[in-house]
């Protein structure tokens, strides 16, 4: 379950398909790798902002001010599957973008004759009403048999949803709810195979399949666009939770739980387990211990006060026997909510229900599961924890501190909600908000940790604290935190502060933009966050009434007299606080080492040698099962589709290629709600070299420094007022067919049409008249990066890795490693003492930036909205391009550079490890075919599934092919294995030469490779894709020739791409985030094998 952190002072969700380390824009580095590479988003940069959206967009108020890359609002989400394989859909979405429903238009009408229907197949109705929010007719059912509740959610959204929900309260931190989560996906009465789900991922059009394990509730989520594959997903998921042959089969919970493991007799034993090596690598994440402690500080006495994810010490404690039973206790349709969206027949959902529902009887388990509320402290408390750390640096300095507030002992009203998120965004929501910027510009930490208002479980809370902390300052951090608050409540928020927050937060409703999230499930999510204590699911839906009552009484009393109070009656005056302080300790990853080590030596030595005989012998029975295929009338039980379904053209999206004021402007007409998209296109390619490292901590300074009229509050407050949003990022990639990357500024912006000249002129402000001037803030920036990328390695090693790899293997590869890898994080540590005493010389490079981009000559327009927006839009457009410079001042630079091609071990302090492999296979005289998409997908889903994660224990396994640069990489995540996955990986080829295949193989293979190029995309994702498709040179032709590759795939390709794949075990380059202990395994196994490199 990937722990994506979802938020501040807790709650763990954890997802089924670890969801690829998510794409963001951390200054948006390594961005490049989002242009179509076959690739698990880990490569990508980070800066928590689509991370965040990925995670809470199904919030009312989104906390737009979580900014942490892999968070530090410590909300677990956790999710099954793997890491990489998650959102496969990122990997094509720009070369194939697809086509969706824009603007549902629903009648009630429709409705009419449901209710007769769904009183013959056993539903009762209990609540209809018309949403206006999401234009939908909404019905609440009652099961009359069982009670199980179904929410029928009719539109016209071809991007149909469902999902299960089941309250799911742990008793302890051994991972049950976790560990089922992942189980009962793998084999159930009618597909009794070893993992239907990845059955699924293989050859579905799905455009989301996941689950996730939250601290009270398991949800099992899928959605399409085909209606044919969206009742197919439906089935294989009822019928997985509701019988699954898990329970019946203790070789799944030993692959998913834990188990012993023993090779040999005369060897050690070990722990494996794919939940168990996932949590291994949460609990090495200082901000997710963080997460947990809080949480389980927080909620002493109720569900919430143990790991719903697991504990990697306290997981072995967990029995078959109680995991069973915790499955027939609440995976019972009595405790179950049941949700379903979309343009499909509202009979035909309840006539599917039906068949599984009326199979069960009522149980008690909607009462057992109930969560009991945590009663408030009457003082506050205080936690002091300590955190695996490197040895070596100034151990006194990373310390960190976080305030958490337990809001109420009950749920609050909606308009409370609404006015706590309203206050949540003035307070941490932007750069400018008050309580972030005294924190950060106080100088007593590096970062911001705690994620504000956090409203997803029964009882809201809030957290806020710093980490990098001296341990001298640890009280002053405490103190200002509470009396910055204190201020806030007597003096008030200034109103310009107040109509930016209600700008971004209205704006944000209107747009409705979930990205690659299906609105469905974003709603499903919103819903299910009170429907699961029993209230009323249709409230969250509906925010018109209660945003209009916050803006009314704003008005009327004026915002102190709204917010002030709660202030006071939430945080200052609220006895339920605690104190969390998180020490460095580098000796307690050895100790937690150890302590392992001598559980299991206890185990074996109270084993006869008959016992260790039998450990070996159901150790590799155990690996026997993983490792054989399953038998084709099993396959063949997974409903799939043909490739009859599938368009034999790709999806086009409409793009004018014009002109203005010499300018090359593409236009792409679409229904956006009259929102205006807009991306600017700068040529970076005149940098100088030495320049590149400096380049996101430019584009920050763009947005979060101040001009000569306006300090950087002012700035923020008029963006937030007058539009959606504006972001500067680089775009680096590999071109096919040249050896010069290309290299991009892209300001990407939106606004209602009506706001557009206010647009573009922000936007001049910030490209002409922001001034790189404020050391101060700058050292902040450095600072907050730092804290960045040192939390990514940790969490996000294969990310680490594959930008490493990339930089010995190409110069857009290098480029990026320069802006995002270990290269960025090692110039940030040098850069941390050069502005205490070059500032002159840093603003002097940053002002060079500015010359070297910033021109008329090589810049390019995007415009993304309807025909009369796009029309209305071109006199500002102009008048934005003649205040431009015409000419840069700087000549054409040359990159062509890589690191040396060595193999690198990056050490750090953790408990499991990331490795990777790559090559070019371009260099090797490969010629790109359409087929080599379906092959690496099948790849993964395939041999590095069964043998890295299934047998190996790896929570993630995958292969990425960069079509545009060559690179053809390996990478696990969260992996016990070093050495061992290498040999995996080098195993690739001859897994392709010795494959058989029947017709269905390639045929789903196709088809869900079909389903990642034609990715579900809202009207900005799919104007920005047809950008980057422009920018990479990649024709609607050339789209037509890889589709008809895709197509006609067939066995012989994968044996012909075998070839290729050799270069990669002959003349691979490795790079692995490590353990200490593991590489000098590795080292002394394989002398000389790696390089070290010391990271933290």
């Not at 959605?223 to 009742?231: E, L």
């Not at 203790?250 to 494996?272: A, C, M, R």
């Not at 949460?282 to 909620?299: C, E, H, K, M, W």
């Not at 803030?777 to 990310?799: D, P, T, W, Y």
Request: hydrophobic share 35%.
């Amino acid at each position: 379950m990937s722990y994506t952190i979802l938020h501040s002072t807790t709650t763990s969700s954890h997802h089924h398909r670890p969801s690829k380390p998510p794409l963001t824009m951390e200054r948006a580095v390594l961005l490049r790798s989002i242009t179509s590479r076959a690739a698990p988003a880990c490569i990508r940069s980070f800066s928590r902002s689509s991370h965040r959206l990925s995670s809470i967009r199904h919030r009312l108020i989104p906390n737009f001010h979580r900014r942490s890359p892999l968070g530090h609002d410590f909300r677990r989400h956790i999710s099954t599957a793997l890491p990489s394989l998650v959102q496969f859909n990122s990997r094509f979405s720009h070369i194939f973008p697809k086509a969706i429903a824009t603007s549902p238009q629903f009648s009630p009408d429709a409705v009419g004759g449901y209710d007769e229907a769904a009183d013959k197949l056993g539903f009762e109705k209990v609540s209809e009403q018309f949403i206006e929010e999401c234009k939908s007719t909404t019905i609440l059912y009652r099961h009359k048999k069982t009670g199980c509740e179904v929410m029928s959610v009719l539109n016209d959204d071809e991007n149909k949803v469902f999902g299960v929900v089941f309250r799911t309260p742990p008793k302890d931190s051994t991972g049950i709810p976790h560990i089922l989560e992942h189980s009962v996906l793998c084999g159930s009465r009618k597909y009794p195979l070893k993992e239907p789900f990845v059955e699924l991922l293989k050859g579905s059009l799905h455009t989301f399949l996941n689950a996730f394990t939250y601290p009270d509730r398991t949800c099992y989520p899928v959605a399409s666009t085909n209606t044919k594959d969206f009742y197919n997903l439906v089935d294989v998921y009822l019928d997985a939770v509701f019988f699954p042959k898990c329970v019946e089969d203790i070789q799944t919970f030993q692959q998913e739980g834990w188990h012993y493991e023993l090779n040999d007799p005369s060897e050690e034993i070990t722990y494996k387990g794919v939940v168990f090596n996932e949590m291994k690598g949460v609990y090495s994440q200082p901000d997710n211990i963080l997460g947990r402690t809080s949480q389980q500080a927080v909620f002493p006495d109720n569900a919430y006060g143990v790991d719903s994810g697991g504990d990697p010490q306290v997981i072995p404690a967990l029995t078959f026997e109680e995991f069973k039973d915790f499955h027939r206790k609440y995976y019972h349709p009595s405790n179950a909510r049941i949700w379903f969206y979309g343009d499909d027949d509202a009979n035909e959902r309840l006539r599917i229900l039906s068949e599984y529902l009326d199979m069960f009887e009522a149980s008690p388990a909607r009462l057992e599961s109930k969560i009991e509320t945590q009663k408030l402290f009457s003082k506050p408390v205080r936690v002091v924890e300590k955190y695996p750390a490197a040895e070596g640096g100034d151990l006194k300095k990373n310390h960190m501190v976080c305030l958490n507030w337990l809001l109420s002992d009950e749920p609050l009203d909606l308009e409370t909600e609404l006015a706590l998120g309203f206050l949540d965004h003035l307070l941490l929501g932007t750069p400018a908000s008050p309580l972030r910027k005294i924190l950060l510009e106080s100088g007593l930490g590096d970062a911001i940790v705690g994620g504000g208002i956090e409203d997803e479980l029964l009882q809201p809370q809030f957290s806020i604290g710093l980490k990098g902390v001296s341990d001298e300052n640890i009280q002053k951090v405490e103190a200002l935190i509470m009396t910055t608050l204190e201020n806030l409540a007597n003096e008030g928020f200034n109103m310009e502060a107040v109509e930016a927050s209600m700008n971004t937060i209205e704006f944000s409703l209107r747009e409705n933009n979930t990205g690659s999230f299906p609105r469905g499930l974003a709603l499903m999510l919103r819903a299910v966050g009170k429907w699961i204590y029993d209230l009323d699911p249709f409230e969250p839906l509906k925010y018109q009434e209660p945003l209009a009552a916050l803006k009314a009484g704003i008005e009327k009393e004026g915002s102190k007299a709204v917010f002030a109070p709660l202030i006071e009656k939430y945080i200052l005056n609220n006895t339920h606080r605690v104190t969390i302080e998180m020490q460095p300790d580098p000796e307690k990853a050895s100790k937690d080492e150890a302590v392992e080590r001598e559980n299991l030596d206890r185990v074996k030595q109270s084993m006869t040698e008959e016992d260790l005989a039998e450990l070996t012998r159901l150790t590799h029975e155990l690996k026997l099962k993983q490792e054989t295929p399953d038998p084709p009338e099993a396959l063949k039980s997974v409903p799939s589709l043909s490739l009859q379904d599938i368009p034999k053209k790709p999806i086009q999206i409409p793009i004018e290629v014009g002109d203005i004021n010499g300018v090359k402007v593409l236009q792409h007409d679409l229904f956006t709600n009259d929102v205006l998209y807009s991306e600017i296109v700068f040529d970076m390619s005149s940098l100088k070299q030495e320049l590149l490292p400096l380049v996101p901590l430019f584009c920050q300074s763009l947005l979060e420094m101040g001009t000569k009229d306006l300090d950087f509050v002012q700035l923020n407050q008029l963006i937030g007022r007058k539009t959606g949003g504006i972001s500067v990022f680089p775009f680096t990639s590999s071109k096919r067919g040249s050896d010069t990357p290309i290299s991009h500024i892209i300001v990407r912006g939106k606004a209602m049409s009506a706001r557009t000249e206010d647009l573009f002129h922000l936007i001049n402000c910030i490209l002409q008249d922001v001034q790189f001037t404020d050391q101060r803030r700058f050292k902040q920036f450095v600072s907050q990066s730092k804290a960045r990328m040192e939390n990514r390695l940790r969490g996000s090693g294969h990310g680490i890795a594959a930008a490493r790899m990339d930089a010995k293997l190409n110069s857009a590869g290098w480029i990026g490693e320069q802006m995002g890898g270990i290269s960025y994080l090692e110039f940030l540590k040098d850069l941390e003492e050069k502005v205490e005493h070059d500032w002159s010389g840093i603003s002097a490079s940053l002002e060079e930036i500015r010359k070297s981009l910033l021109s008329k000559n090589g810049c390019l327009v995007n415009l993304t909205s309807d025909g009369k927006n796009l029309k209305n839009s071109e006199k500002h457009v102009g008048k934005f391009l003649d205040l431009l410079p015409t000419t840069s001042s700087v000549a054409s630079a040359s990159w062509n550079t890589r690191i040396p091609s060595i193999n690198e071990a990056i050490v750090i302090p953790t408990q499991v490890n990331y490795v990777g492999k790559a090559a070019n296979l371009y260099e090797t005289g490969y010629q790109l075919k359409g087929s080599a998409y379906v092959i690496s997908k099948h790849i993964s889903n395939t041999w590095l599934w069964d043998r890295v994660r299934v047998s190996g224990g790896a929570y993630g396994g995958f292969c990425d092919f960069d079509t545009h640069s060559g690179v053809f990489s390996f990478l696990s995540y969260r992996d016990p294995n070093l050495l061992k996955t290498l040999d995996i990986y080098d195993g690739t080829s001859d897994f392709l030469r010795q494959m058989e295949m029947d017709d269905d193989t390639p045929t789903k293979a196709i088809i869900g490779t079909i389903g990642d190029v034609d990715s579900y995309q809202l009207p900005d994702a799919k104007g920005y894709s047809s950008l980057l498709r422009y920018l990479l040179g990649i024709t609607e032709e050339e789209r037509q020739v890889r589709r008809e590759e895709i197509l006609s795939t067939r066995l012989s390709d994968f044996q012909d791409f075998a070839n290729a794949i050799d270069a990669i075990k002959d003349k691979g380059v490795v790079v692995a985030v490590a353990s200490p202990d593991d590489t000098d395994a590795a080292n002394k196994e394989r002398p000389n094998f790696f390089q070290v490199k010391k990271a933290l």
